[in-house]
């Protein structure tokens, strides 16, 4: 089982960057995916999650509008779209997945994180 996080990099703020988060070794389609940061110092956060039950997407406060989670099936691969970042976005992220619930992406804009992570990708961003 695999996660591999790749798309992260320096860039501007204002700028642009789209993570992506490979999944093999588990049937994709049933489980939940989410994306988290963790900023030197501070605790992880959730940022996004993907429902598998019904699609459904939900995004931290401080990213909402500004972030977009998709997924391809097909490819087995999460994708999280970040648009005029902010130095405070400056963290490293990482894609988790859990076996699909049917409620808590949806009721609390993350995923438990208890199957599977991936190993993390940087993001700073400067100002």
């Known amino acids: 089982v695999q996660l591999v996080e790749s798309g992260g990099g320096l860039v501007q703020a204002g700028g642009s960057l789209r993570l992506s988060c490979a999944a093999s070794?588990?049937?994709?389609?049933?489980?939940?995916i989410g994306w988290f940061r963790q900023a030197p110092g501070k605790e992880r956060e959730g940022v996004s999650c993907?429902?598998?039950?019904?699609?459904?997407?939900r995004y931290a406060d401080s990213v909402k509008g500004r972030f977009t989670i998709s997924s391809d099936n097909a490819k087995s691969t999460v994708y999280l779209q970040m648009n005029n970042l902010k130095p405070e976005d400056t963290a490293v992220y990482y894609c988790?997945?859990?076996?699909?619930?049917?409620?808590?992406?949806?009721?609390?804009?993350?995923?438990?994180?208890?199957?599977?992570w991936g190993q993390g990708t940087q993001v700073t961003v400067s100002s």
């Open positions: 993907l429902s598998s039950s019904d699609g459904s997407t």
């Open positions: 988790a997945a859990d076996w699909r619930s049917y409620y808590y992406c949806s009721a609390y804009g993350v995923i438990r994180g208890d199957d599977y």
């Open positions: 070794g588990f049937t994709f389609d049933d489980y939940d």
